[in-house]
Every structure is written in structure tokens, then in C-alpha cells.
């Protein structure tokens, strides 16, 4: 996501935005973040570097989605099974690995770009 665009669905300057980025500006309003953070799709204690403090992780829009599918559920259940964990425990590990693929701050868009990087990882592992 460019820096124009961010400012479009943030409804944020360009100019505040660099600035931010630069660290020029070093104490953005919680509004300002909280726009930001629903432009990028992220919570705001993501967007803060933040671990969750009621303790329930939140995740994308898409990894939320994800998480719900039957082929996730069903796979989870068969490994867990396999491993002899909870399916709980390890689709909570599975969620926050996935949560934590980006790259130069790209996200998979969709729940099944997730499952294509579910499947493809757990053929390997």
C-alpha cells in the first residue's frame, strides 16, 4: 500500500503520514491511529507493536475468516490429532505464525490465501 493510498483510506494526509513515518511527528492522536490501523487492516495494539491485554488475540479481517473454515477446522483436528495436542492449542500456533507473515508490510488479502500458506507449510512441516 502506498503512502497515498494509506492517506485516502485513513483519511490522513500525505504530509502527517510522512512525517509520522519519518518520526518527525512522534505523538499521533488515538484517532489518527485508530484510522490508520483500520486502513491497514490491523488492530491498533498491532499497529502499536503491542501484545493484546485482555489477552484474546486478535487477528486480520482474513486470518479471522480463515480460522473458521471447515478445511482449517478439519485439518487442525486431523494434526492435532496426530500430535496429541489440543486442536485449541494448535490452531492458536498455526493462527499467530500466520499472523505474523508480511513482507515490506503486504498481508495475504484473503482466507484463501491463508489456507494456500496453511497447506503449503504444513505439507512441508
Request: charged residues 25%; hydrophobic residues 40%; without cysteine.
Amino acid at each position: 500500500m502506498t503512502l497515498n493510498d494509506l492517506s485516502s483510506k485513513s483519511e490522513t494526509s500525505v504530509t502527517y503520514l510522512s512525517d509520522l513515518e519519518r518520526g518527525t511527528l512522534s505523538n499521533p492522536t488515538l484517532d489518527t491511529l485508530r484510522r490508520v490501523a483500520k486502513a491497514l487492516d490491523v488492530s491498533l495494539n498491532e499497529l502499536l507493536e503491542l501484545e493484546p491485554d485482555s489477552g484474546v488475540r486478535t487477528y486480520p479481517s482474513a486470518l479471522e475468516e480463515f480460522r473458521t473454515l471447515p478445511q482449517f477446522v478439519t485439518a487442525i483436528e486431523e494434526q492435532a490429532g496426530r500430535m496429541r495436542i489440543s486442536p485449541d492449542e494448535l490452531a492458536d500456533a498455526w493462527l499467530r505464525m500466520l499472523s505474523s507473515i508480511k513482507l515490506q508490510g503486504k498481508r495475504p488479502k484473503s482466507a484463501m490465501d491463508y489456507y494456500f500458506l496453511f497447506d503449503a507449510i504444513s505439507r512441508t512441516l
